[in-house]
């Protein structure tokens, strides 16, 4: 996989999808960036059939790294 610019090995995780809560209260939802993504980006939206994440104003708080497509990340959401 790559992070970045950078080749990096990445421990397979589990689907796409899948979700977590973390204890800042936010639920995380892991999906793959369909673009370019920049760490200021405020806001994303994910495809809710192929967790693919694009920069566009969305419901889903960016991860506040850069990504590029293709790259894996987690994604948060107020929980409540």
Do not use: H, M
């Amino acid at each position: 996989y790559t992070n970045g610019s950078t080749a990096e090995s990445i421990p397979a995780f589990g689907p796409l999808g899948a979700e977590t809560f973390g204890s800042d209260g936010r639920r995380y939802v892991f999906a793959q960036a369909g673009e370019a993504i920049a760490a200021s980006t405020a806001t994303c939206s994910i495809n809710t059939t192929t967790f693919v994440a694009t920069g566009s104003a969305g419901t889903y708080q960016g991860p506040g790294i850069a990504l590029v497509s293709g790259d894996y990340a987690w994604f948060s959401k107020a929980s409540v």
